[in-house]
């Protein structure tokens, strides 16, 4: 086994001297580990992709953004079949989707 070093967000915000307000969330279900973190708290946009269903309740997690106030922007099912993974965990299909906070500006724009 390889061990990787790992680092925290705030870490790595202190070093680059900037704070994220994005999160791209593709790790295989993992998104209560990111979660823990309190990323979540800071961040304005979500870019996530729900896989791993047989081992995550992501209508938990919509639930939980929602009350948070985001707000689902885009939502789209792969159209490969990924019922064939090895592991057979992935399912028929992840979910990639798109959620912004009302805080969340694209240029003067606010998107709602």
């Not at 704070?19 to 309190?38: M, P, Q, R, W, Y």
């Not at 708290?41 to 729900?50: G, K, P, R, T, Y």
């Not at 159209?79 to 592991?87: E, I, N, Q, S, V």
């Not at 798109?98 to 969340?104: A, E, G, M």
Request: proline share 3%; glycine share 8%; net charge negative.
């Amino acid at each position: 086994m390889v061990e990787v070093p790992n680092f925290d967000f705030r870490e790595i915000e202190k070093r680059v001297g900037s704070i994220f307000n994005v999160a791209l969330i593709d790790c295989e279900g993992c998104i209560k580990h990111i979660a823990a973190t309190g990323i979540l708290d800071q961040v304005h946009l979500i870019l996530l992709e729900a896989d791993r269903t047989k081992f995550v309740n992501y209508e938990k997690w919509y639930r939980h953004l929602l009350n948070r106030g985001f707000a689902n922007v885009w939502m789209s099912q792969d159209t490969l079949d990924l019922a064939l993974a090895a592991d057979g965990a992935t399912g028929p299909g992840a979910v990639h989707e798109f959620s912004s906070h009302p805080t969340f500006c694209v240029g003067s724009a606010v998107v709602r």
